[in-house]
């Protein structure tokens, strides 16, 4: 059965980082595509970050562009999310993604708040 567990959310002042962890179990991913997507207050779900399986290929919400890093460890199938420079309309549930061809998986979600 896969699993994605995330980490890393949390509350944070305008300007901050945030770190966030997805950890994905129960199969290989290899030629998964991994990301993140967020929901804010009232909104729809949105993308956020991804990359592919060599990391080099990685794509950004230009909402975020200059702001986040997205990179994976493969031997872990783990993805990361490095914030910076974090701005109160970050806030939104992150949810990590792992894409292959005929399936997709999410992870439950983690909460990120940045207070101005």
């Known amino acids: 059965q896969v699993q994605l567990v995330e980490s890393g959310g949390g509350l944070v002042q305008a300007g901050g980082s945030l770190r966030l962890s997805c950890a994905a179990s129960g199969r290989t991913f290899r030629s998964y595509d991994m990301g993140w997507y967020r929901r804010a207050p009232g909104k729809e779900r949105e993308f956020v970050a991804a990359?592919?399986?060599?990391?080099?290929?990685?794509a950004y919400a230009d909402s975020v562009k200059g702001r986040f890093t997205i990179s994976r460890d493969n031997a872990k199938n783990t993805v990361y999310l490095q914030m910076g420079s974090l701005k109160p309309q970050d806030t939104a549930i992150y949810y990590c993604n792992v894409k292959g061809l005929l399936t997709e998986y999410w992870g439950q979600g983690t909460q990120v708040t940045v207070s101005s």
């Open positions: 990359t592919g399986w060599s990391g080099d290929n990685t």
